[in-house]
């Protein structure tokens, strides 16, 4: 049962029924796993685009009649092909599937389903019949054996999941098509309310998330994908305006405690999650402000203090307690925390050091020479890293490296330039901000490197770089890039940061603790349940994955909170089936960038008004201000609401 016995997905019909095994064809257009979990294979699955089964013995009538009532129970009845033609199609089936099936029935279901197809509002209704259209297309006979046999059709098991292209982007998986649904209604605190089922910081990612999801959002398949991150935000935002307390329901307190070590973006959504639960958590902080690399990390122009503050200040309303200025390995070891109570500890520290570029020079200790996550955090602090230095020069291509630049002016340097190894295109950096460096004065030079720091009594005076040329594609996909010999070239700085990427201290833990590392000096977990190798120790964020998005960070602390409640309440610590659904539908994936939706376009997303370049450039108060509420429901009406039901037969 490892090759698929039939497919109609995505329009492409593959049929191998009736032919050998080796004359099989594949799938190309479907990557469908061959088990469920370690007990289940996948027998066939069905969902949007069509069907496929692996094993012939799946039921095709009882399969269809499962996933029409899985798409009945999620249509949301606002339009009455969707909602009325759904339960009907339903009953029809289940009649059939029941032995009192009527010839006629075909026909009604062929005709309604292609109705409902044409007439429906939101891509439920458009692509909930199409499977059973493909099945009557290509399934007729087994349609009339039940109908004619008149039996009764035994019931099968299957696993269904709600998903949509967005949501199924997001590593937090959030509720994006139900938040955007309650802005268009006007319903604002309710679709804050459940983007809080899946994160703690909604004003923080309404900022610096690097919106995955609108990269998965349908509506760019028209004109231009929907400003989720901007909507997020404005619901955020509109709490504070209306001078509204959350009415957050936690559960009746527990005995046992947890402890945190670190106040970053999955520290504090693992201690939120938690203390829902009803326990109590106390989260050990080395500085002297909650949110972590959030907090010291991004400039405030891009994330304003007071909004981190804020959140976490909700957090804390649920009971639970920071200690600011406490480094674990220093100010307290993990064998001195769990000999204070705590039955469950997590470790989320982030990647709070630098790597070394490799070039000549930067051991030499030269004053003028700072690794960028220093450099940002002494602003962060609200000083000048190096007042006596004028001109810069920051190495790197990552977010990182555009915050250095860009904050490099608000401090009062004049002369900002950005060296990166490979083009444009190649920088991982978010499009947005290189945009935002770009207008604000950043001189960009691409295809080039360092390989050389000059310095004159012992102060950076410039920087040797060589030219590069892009050759065969490395690890990561991107072209390698190569040095041209003979291309040196000098830039006169004072300032040379590099921000080439982050590394993670983890030298708190001693050998008796009995916590694995990996070769990339990473916390050793199990992917699935964030275990470490002691029992009872979790760990998550930058610590486990490396340097990695804020949203990622805070996802895998809520997922890390699920679990610690299954070891403290003595069951078994494992993936839930909702996760492993999730898993599941993206290696499926739910987003085809190619499809054609055929409907007029020309409707431009909604943007968020910023100060022009010159005067933001200097300023570290907020450069963006959100939207209105007439912007945001207009924004949020440009939804398609593309949900989608999969089934799998297990």
């Not at 033609?85 to 059939?96: A, D, E, V, Y």
């Not at 405030?300 to 639970?320: A, C, S, T």
Request: with cysteine; net charge neutral; aromatic share 6%.
């Amino acid at each position: 049962m490892t090759g698929i016995l039939f497919s109609s997905w995505g329009g492409l019909v593959v049929d191998n029924r009736g032919k050998s095994e080796d004359q099989w064809q594949g799938v190309p257009n479907l990557s469908l796993p061959e088990e469920f979990d370690k007990e289940k294979k996948i027998r066939a699955f069905v969902g949007w685009d069509g069907i496929a089964i692996r094993d012939p013995q799946v039921n095709i009538v009882d399969l269809i009649r499962a996933y029409m009532e899985a798409v009945q129970k999620e249509s949301c009845g606002k339009c009455t092909p969707c909602r009325v033609g759904t339960r009907i199609l339903s009953s029809i089936l289940n009649r059939i599937s029941d032995g009192e099936g009527r010839t006629e029935d075909l026909g009604q279901l062929r005709g309604l389903a292609e109705v409902i197809s044409k007439s429906s509002k939101c891509n439920l209704g458009q692509t909930g019949p199409r499977p059973l259209l493909h099945a009557l297309e290509h399934f007729q006979s087994q349609f009339l054996e039940a109908i004619h046999s008149k039996r009764k059709i035994p019931r099968e098991e299957y696993k269904m999941k709600v998903t949509v292209p967005c949501e199924s982007a997001c590593p937090s998986h959030l509720p994006v098509h139900r938040y955007i649904e309650l802005i268009k209604e006007g319903r604002f605190l309710e679709s804050l309310a459940a983007i809080r089922e899946a994160t703690c910081l909604p004003g923080v990612l309404g900022r610096v998330c690097i919106r995955p999801c609108e990269d998965n959002c349908r509506r760019q398949n028209v004109d231009e994908c929907l400003s989720i991150k901007w909507l997020k935000r404005f619901v955020a935002d509109y709490e504070i305006e209306k001078r509204r307390t959350p009415s957050i329901k936690k559960e009746a307190p527990k005995s046992e405690k947890v402890a945190i070590i670190g106040a970053g973006p999955a520290g504090l959504s693992c201690a939120y999650y938690l203390a829902l639960k009803g326990y109590s958590v106390t989260i050990f902080e080395r500085l002297g402000e909650p949110g972590g690399m959030a907090a010291v990390g991004i400039p405030d122009y891009r994330l304003p203090r007071e909004i981190l503050r804020r959140e976490v200040k909700i957090i804390e309303d649920l009971g639970v307690e920071i200690k600011y200025h406490t480094q674990v390995g220093k100010d307290i070891t993990l064998s001195q925390i769990f000999e204070q109570g705590y039955k469950a500890l997590f470790i989320a520290v982030g990647a709070q050091t630098n790597t070394p570029m490799g070039v000549e020079g930067e051991d030499k200790g030269y004053k003028g020479f700072i690794p960028g996550v220093f450099y940002l955090l002494e602003i962060n602090l609200g000083r000048d890293p190096y007042p006596e230095g004028e001109k810069v020069v920051v190495v790197g291509g990552g977010n990182v490296a555009i915050d250095c630049v860009r904050s490099s002016f608000r401090i009062g340097k004049r002369d900002v330039n950005l060296v990166y190894r490979r083009t444009k295109k190649e920088m991982p950096a978010d499009r947005v901000e290189i945009h935002d460096a770009e207008e604000e004065g950043v001189k960009f030079h691409y295809l080039c490197n360092p390989v050389r720091i000059i310095a004159k009594d012992n102060k950076v005076v410039g920087v040797e770089c060589i030219r590069m040329e892009l050759g065969e594609p490395d690890e990561s996909g991107r072209r390698r890039p190569v040095p041209l010999k003979g291309s040196e070239f000098f830039i006169e700085t004072d300032i040379l940061i590099p921000a080439i990427g982050q590394a993670i201290d983890l030298s708190f833990l001693e050998e008796k603790d009995g916590i694995k590392t990996t070769r990339r000096s990473t916390i050793a977990v199990d992917e699935k349940t964030f275990m470490t190798s002691r029992p009872g120790v979790f760990s998550a964020g930058d610590c486990v994955t490396g340097p990695d998005v804020l949203v990622r960070a805070a996802g895998h602390g809520k997922r890390a909170a699920e679990k610690i409640d299954l070891f403290l309440r003595g069951l078994e610590v494992k993936e839930s089936e909702e996760e492993r659904l999730e898993a599941l539908m993206e290696k499926i994936k739910v987003y085809n960038k190619e499809e054609k939706i055929g409907l007029p376009g020309g409707q431009k997303r909604a943007t968020l008004p910023m100060l022009p370049p010159e005067t933001r450039k200097w300023t570290f108060d907020e450069v963006e201000s959100g939207f209105t509420i007439p912007v945001a429901q207009k924004e949020a009406e440009r939804c398609l609401r593309c949900v989608r039901v999969g089934l799998f037969a297990v």
